[in-house]
């Protein structure tokens, strides 16, 4: 049996999900104002103020058996054993038992209002300090996570172009996207944001993370890899490319 160990890094991995151009939560319980997406939606999913949602239609129960599957395993990563970063053998993480938001990570589109069924996450940690892979699956319907995938990938392309983005939650803060080619791994679309500090208190200016979504079975599977400056070198995305394959072929 694998052994989990509490992540040392669970602050930090937070603060970077918490900020972006617009932050927006996707949790009913913590209500924030949406950002004004650059364009029209398409009407089947049209992206809406949490505060606005009813209670009740995010539900938290865990995933139920026949999507757990879905996961990663440890001995998926063993082709990278060999790599810088050491992918420890024991390398299953504990995030504590709130799931993590992935608010706000396309700069200007919230991601994750599709209502959902049951959500869980497990998470994986190459080495004592990173890089850290967290994937996240909820069971939304094959419908909305279509669509969610579909709308994201022209707002990541305008984030792109708009160069530094500065954030609205940490002064000092700006945040750069860049889109990733994931046509490998059907149903998904893939981006780096790179976050650059004016005056950072451990010496490192920039932090890079990689973000992918897929659409695979009736779930949306939400993917971050990276997120630790000390290590962030070792946070290509061929990583994540692979482990994304790897669950698209589950």
């Known amino acids: 049996m694998i052994t989990s160990k509490r992540l040392l890094l669970v602050l930090p991995v937070v603060a970077l999900l918490l900020g972006s151009c617009a932050e927006t939560s996707s949790s009913p319980s913590s209500p924030t104002t949406s950002a004004a997406v650059s364009e029209t939606p398409s009407p089947e999913l049209t992206p809406v103020d ?23 395993k440890v001995e998926d990563f063993d082709n990278y054993l060999d790599s810088p970063a050491g992918w420890r053998t024991d390398a299953e ?21 599709a209502p959902w069924r049951g959500r869980e996450q497990h998470a994986w940690n190459a080495s004592q300090f990173g890089p850290v892979m967290v994937q996240q699956i909820r069971h939304t319907g094959k419908k909305e996570a279509d ?13 792109q172009a708009k160069g530094k983005v500065d954030s609205s939650m940490y002064e000092g803060t700006s945040y750069t996207y860049e889109l990733v080619d994931s046509t490998s791994v ?4 893939m981006w780096k944001r790179t ?16 973000v992918g979504m897929m659409s695979k079975k009736d779930c949306l599977i939400l993917f971050l890899w990276g997120m630790t400056p000390i290590t962030q070198e070792f946070a290509t995305p061929e990583i994540l490319l692979d482990a994304m394959k790897t669950v698209s072929e589950k």
């Open 195 to 210: 976050s650059h500090f004016e005056n950072p208190e451990d010496g490192y200016d920039t932090n890079v993370t990689y």
């Open 147 to 159: 669509v969610l995938i579909e709308q994201i990938r022209p707002h990541i392309e305008s984030c």
């Open 186 to 189: 059907p149903g998904s679309v």
């Open 50 to 72: 949490p505060a606005d949602i009813p209670e009740g239609l995010f539900d938290e129960k865990p995933l139920d058996g026949k999507y757990q599957g879905l996961f990663l």
């Open 93 to 113: 993480e504990e995030l504590g038992e709130e799931p993590l938001e992935f608010v706000e990570q396309s700069c200007d589109f919230p991601v994750g209002h």
